[in-house]
T-cell receptor, first 115, second 109 residues
Framework: DAGVIQSPRHEVTEMGQEVTLRCKPI?????LFWYRQTMMRGLELLIY????????DSGMPEDRFSAKMPNASFSTLKIQPSEPRDSAVYFC?????????????FGPGTRLTVT | GQNIDQPTEMTATEGAIVQINCTYQ??????LFWYQQHAGEAPTFLSY??LDGLEEKGRFSSFLSRSKGYSYLLLKELQMKDSASYLC??????????WGAGTKLIIKP
C-alpha cells in the first residue's frame, strides 16, 4: 500500500485566499483524522471521520475551516479565508478500528504558509 | 480535564539508555501510544500498551501502569538516528487520542 497520501506537500498563499488540502487514506481504513501541528501548540486534532461521517469537529478552530469526506478514499480540509495564524503543518491520518489496533498512520503532511 | 505530561527535551549519549516518562489523565482509558517523529516528517507508530507491564520491541520498550496513570518509553543502545521527538498519546473512552506535546531527544556522540 502507498500509505496515506496528501497534497500538496507545500502551499504558500496570501492572507484571504482559499486553501484546500487533500488526503487519500489507506485503502480499507475506516477512520480519517485531520491534525494541525505547530511549535507552540503541538499536535492538535481538528476533526475526524468514521466511515465518511464526521464524528467530532470540536477541534476545528472556527468557521473558516471546513472538512469533507465524500467517499472512503478522499477527504479535503478547506480554509476560507486563510490567515497568517493558520500557518502550520497539516497532517491527515487514517486507522482501522479493531480490538487490537487503533494505530494511526500519518501522511507526510502539508506545510502551509500564509503571508 | 484531559492532560498528558512529558518532558520537553532530553539529552543522552550514543550507546546509552534513556527513559522518557509520560503521565496522563483521561476520561476513561483505552490504551497508551508512543510515536516517533523526526524533524520535518510525520509521526510514526512505535508502541501500544493497554495492559500493565512492559512490552519489548527490539531496542525499544514501553511500560504502562494504569493505576498510576504512567508510562515510559525505554530506548537502549542509542543511535544517532534516534534523535527525534517522542509523542505520548492516551486513548480516552471515546477512542480519541489525547496527545502530549512531545519530548525532543537529542543524542550526542
Amino acid at each position: 500500500d502507498a500509505g496515506v497520501i496528501q497534497s500538496p506537500r507545500h502551499e504558500v498563499t496570501e492572507m484571504g485566499q482559499e486553501v484546500t488540502l487533500r488526503c487519500k487514506p489507506i485503502s480499507g481504513h475506516d477512520y480519517l483524522f485531520w491534525y494541525r501541528q505547530t511549535m507552540m501548540r503541538g499536535l492538535e486534532l481538528l476533526i475526524y471521520f468514521n466511515n465518511n461521517v464526521p464524528i467530532d469537529d470540536s477541534g476545528m478552530p472556527e468557521d473558516r475551516f471546513s472538512a469533507k469526506m465524500p467517499n472512503a478514499s478522499f477527504s479535503t480540509l478547506k480554509i476560507q479565508p486563510s490567515e497568517p495564524r493558520d500557518s502550520a503543518v497539516y497532517f491527515c491520518a487514517s486507522s482501522l478500528a479493531t480490538r487490537q489496533a487503533y494505530e494511526q498512520y500519518f501522511g507526510p503532511g502539508t506545510r502551509l504558509t500564509v503571508t | 480535564g484531559q492532560n498528558i505530561d512529558q518532558p520537553t527535551e532530553m539529552t543522552a549519549t550514543e550507546g546509552a539508555i534513556v527513559q522518557i516518562n509520560c503521565t496522563y489523565q483521561t476520561s476513561g482509558f483505552n490504551g497508551l501510544f508512543w510515536y516517533q517523529q523526526h524533524a520535518g516528517e510525520a509521526p510514526t507508530f512505535l508502541s501500544y500498551n493497554v495492559l500493565d507491564g512492559l512490552e519489548e520491541k527490539g531496542r525499544f520498550s514501553s511500560f504502562l501502569s494504569r493505576s498510576k496513570g504512567y508510562s515510559y518509553l525505554l530506548l537502549k543502545e542509542l543511535q544517532m538516528k534516534d534523535s527525534a521527538s517522542y509523542l505520548c498519546a492516551a486513548m480516552d473512552s471515546n477512542y480519541q487520542l489525547i496527545w502530549g506535546a512531545g519530548t525532543k531527544l537529542i543524542i550526542k556522540p
